[in-house]
């Protein structure tokens, strides 16, 4: 059985960081694409960031490139998003995901999806 279970949300002010840890399990980890995904209340669920299973190549959405880094442990088969510089407009519920490759994760073709953790930024 493939889980995926998020962690590190919280709620914290503009400005500050968190780091999101995803743990993966029941799956082959280095044969997926990874990424977060983030939900806001009332709106529908975006595309945030990916990384490609073999060269780790890192690909974000506009609005959190230079904030944010997304990386992977193989050895420990746990999947991080890094963020810095918060803003409240980053308030959302985030997801990570698996899918074969990074276009497909890009374009919300996912295999398989974690259950979410809540980032709340405050102004």
């Known amino acids: 059985q493939v889980q995926l279970v998020e962690s590190g949300g919280g709620l914290v002010q503009a400005g500050d960081s968190l780091r999101l840890s995803c743990a993966a399990s029941?799956?082959?980890?280095?044969?997926?694409?990874l990424g977060w995904f983030r939900q806001a209340p009332g709106k529908e669920r975006e595309f945030v960031a990916v990384?490609?299973?073999?060269?780790?190549?890192?690909y974000y959405e506009d609005s959190v490139k230079g904030r944010f880094t997304i990386s992977r442990d193989s050895a420990k088969n746990t999947l991080y998003l890094q963020m810095n510089s918060l803003k409240p407009e980053d308030t959302a519920v985030y997801f990570c995901a698996a899918g074969d490759v990074s276009a497909s994760v890009r374009n919300s073709k996912i295999d398989y999806w974690g259950q979410g953790t809540q980032v709340t930024v405050s102004s």
């Open positions: 990384i490609s299973r073999n060269l780790n190549i890192a």
């Open positions: 029941g799956l082959s980890f280095s044969r997926y694409a």
